[in-house]
């Protein structure tokens, strides 16, 4: 299996729509619950926050099938089921409030970079083996675990997409490439993880679809940027559907020749990237507008706005 997103939107049959199970941080000391009389009964305690199993209110052990995780926005944390949404809640209005930023889910492949394999490159892209590593833009991913070697495009303009994007917005990353793949792309875009932290969702954790469900925030607030629309099936209106970044050859287009090929690139003042950002920055600007209706500002409707705005016909998506 391909170690970063594959495009086809097939569900994979043998994966289970199953809730995410986060590994604890080996690094981390196990800590011991303290029993105390709620966890020596069999009724569980009702409280709403646990951490590596334990809950923060009395120490009992939790059951861990009425949480859920959320490793990535603190490591072993995990809130019960009902009070997830509120939770969500709190903490985005205590985000916004603060230093009014909002919740932006970014996809890697094809959006912030594209990722071929070595071998599937083309007579006419050999070329880019030499100068992978001597750009500031193309990288080789080599591991000892991997026999496949692949190369990395960053998209013109991501750097400083992220930059800006950074001042406005808490970043995640969700990509259906494994763990390994999206930790490769972010040393390369945000080595110090400064602009995603741990935020940081993979298909280990996804079911086969990408769902705003593993994201710590409230989905009135949430944008999310990805090239492929059928992958958000129940989050639709949160997308901004960027143009799909294709530097490499791609198998299924033998007509067109690549920006490989050509030997030039996606522009980086006019790029899918660029469109992007100001459209963020539209919807930014218009959810903090009024102080005193922030708790009514919802993004899909501000996003639905500009799009009948920019005249964009039912049915038909603004892609960017
Ligand atoms: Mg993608
Ligand atoms: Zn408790």
Redesign the pocket.
């Known amino acids: 299996m391909s170690i970063f997103?594959t495009p086809s939107l097939e569900p994979n049959p043998k994966r289970q729509r199953i809730e995410p199970v986060f590994e604890p941080n080996p690094k981390r000391q196990r800590i011991e619950p303290v029993f105390n009389n709620s966890s020596l009964s069999s009724i569980p305690c009702p409280h709403s926050y646990a951490q590596h199993g334990v809950c923060t209110a009395c120490n009992s052990m939790i059951e861990r099938c009425h949480y859920r995780s959320f490793n990535c926005f603190k490591d072993g944390v995990q809130i019960r089921h009902e009070a997830v949404a509120s939770a969500k809640r709190l903490m985005t209005k205590f985000s916004y409030m603060g230093d009014k930023k909002l919740p932006l889910v970014l996809?890697?492949?094809?959006?912030l970079v594209h990722t071929t394999t070595l071998s599937s490159l083309t007579k006419t892209e050999k070329y880019l083996i030499q100068e992978a590593g001597s750009r500031h833009d193309l990288w080789l991913l080599k591991s000892d675990d991997d026999p496949v070697e692949h190369l990395i495009k960053l998209r013109p303009f991501v750097l400083d997409f992220l930059k800006e994007a950074r001042k406005m917005f808490n970043m995640h990353v969700y990509?259906?490439g494994n763990r390994y793949y999206a930790d490769s792309v972010l040393e390369l875009i945000d080595p110090r993880r400064i602009y995603f932290g741990k935020r940081v969702i993979t298909r280990e954790e996804s079911p086969y679809i990408k769902t705003l469900d593993l994201v710590f925030a409230d989905e009135r607030c949430v944008l999310i940027v990805?090239?492929?629309r059928d992958?958000w099936p129940d989050h639709k209106s949160n997308l901004v559907e960027i143009s799909?970044y294709c530097y490499f050859r791609m198998s299924n287009d033998q007509c067109s020749r690549p920006y490989s090929e050509e030997r030039i690139d996606e522009s980086e003042c006019n790029g899918g990237l660029v469109n992007v950002l100001r459209l963020l920055k539209e919807v930014h600007c218009g959810f903090f507008r009024v102080k005193e209706e922030l708790e009514s500002k919802d993004v899909r409707l501000l996003l639905q706005e500009i799009e009948f705005k920019r005249g964009v016909l039912q049915g038909e998506s603004l892609i960017l």
Do not use: P
């Open positions: 997103e996809d890697l492949d094809h959006t990509t259906m990805d090239d492929t992958v799909r």
